[in-house]
């Protein structure tokens, strides 16, 4: 499949082509998550390697290189990412080890994994020994680089302190305060806005998903992220869980913990945590940014909580998506955390 350029992206590109003639050896792509920072690079990377780029950088989609490139099996081209992203399929992979839980196969129960391990970047090592293929450059994308482990993250580093010649590294990032400010200073960040909401809506809906900006602001503006939840099938689960959270109380958690207790955890985490941002944005400031049909619900509760006591409970649910992943106990856990943020509006 050949990369994307989204219409969002086209003035960084052409910011980018300055770059061209004097680039570095690693280059980190930082932003939001769900606003197709991979799909870039990954259009950098066939561009590079095309044999007739046209005049503002894009690769002609023609030629033999273009061709391995969109195969995967291009020579000189590498990508490293979580074994989930793998098992997952999935191409724009982005935007995190948390895009997805992966699919186990028949042969293993084992889940795959959402680091980047040592190995992937030990395995680099042969294909940066060897020469490129007709005297060319050699890339290199990996994604997320907060899914380094720390270990394959420290061997990166030695690579990175001293680069192959003729070698790129592309890293993309949604969260550059989890990766090792070593790895920082030897890449040049290059970073990637969200998108107006205009265009992500006219976009979202060009792609034909109903109720573009629902599912655009319940992501906060990022339009990636807003069309896979929406050809998901997440909708019951996140309004079960909205009906919840707009009317807190100790009966409608231990009944909603049973109804959603086979629902990803990590997702209802991320969920409250939005719900709790937008509790809290409109109490200091009148602003809504992820649920705004929810607006008189969260009125009334922004009303009715502390300034303090949602702080601490923004705290608290940002250190459960630390252990989300790997609940105990899913239900006792969903009980726990909505239990935990109904008594923010018990005095």
Request: aromatic share 8%.
């Amino acid at each position: 499949m050949q990369p994307t350029l989204y219409s969002w992206q086209q003035a960084p590109w052409q910011q980018l082509q300055q770059m061209r003639g004097r680039l570095p050896h690693a280059i980190l792509f930082h932003g939001p998550e769900g606003i197709g920072k991979t799909a870039f690079a990954e259009h950098l990377a066939q561009s590079l390697l095309c044999q007739s780029p046209s005049a503002d950088g894009h690769a002609c989609g023609q030629c033999d290189p273009c061709g391995w490139f969109t195969q995967y099996n291009h020579p000189d081209y590498r990508r490293v990412r979580p074994e989930v992203l793998e098992e997952d399929g999935a191409t724009e992979g982005e935007e995190g080890a948390e895009a997805g839980e992966g699919k186990k196969t028949g042969k293993s129960t084992k889940a795959p994994s959402k680091e980047i391990k040592i190995d992937q970047i030990r395995a680099l090592a042969d294909f940066m020994n060897v020469s490129t293929h007709r005297q060319g450059m050699r890339i290199v994308v990996l994604y997320p680089a907060e899914a380094l482990n720390t270990a394959a993250a420290n061997a990166l580093l030695k690579t990175l302190e001293e680069p192959p010649p003729d070698t790129l590294f592309l890293l993309v990032s949604n969260n550059l305060d989890r990766l090792l400010p070593t790895i920082l200073s030897r890449c040049r960040k290059f970073a990637l806005a969200m998108p107006l909401q205009e265009e992500a809506l006219a976009w979202l809906k060009a792609q034909g998903v109903n109720d573009a900006d629902v599912w655009l602001s319940e992501q906060g503006g990022a339009p990636l992220a807003a069309m896979a939840s929406a050809q998901g099938d997440a909708r019951e689960t996140l309004d079960e869980l909205l009906r919840a959270l707009a009317k807190p109380g100790v009966e409608g958690a231990l009944k909603t913990a049973e109804k959603l207790q086979k629902a990803p955890v990590a997702d209802l985490v991320a969920w409250l945590q939005r719900w709790l941002y937008d509790v809290f944005s409109l109490k200091l400031s009148g602003r809504i940014r992820y649920y705004p049909r929810y607006r008189k619900e969260l009125a009334a509760l922004a009303e009715a909580a502390e300034v303090a006591s949602l702080l601490r409970a923004l705290k608290a649910v940002n250190e459960r998506r630390a252990v989300a992943d790997h609940p105990l106990s899913a239900k006792l856990f969903i009980e726990d955390m909505l239990l935990e943020y109904a008594s923010l509006f018990t005095h």
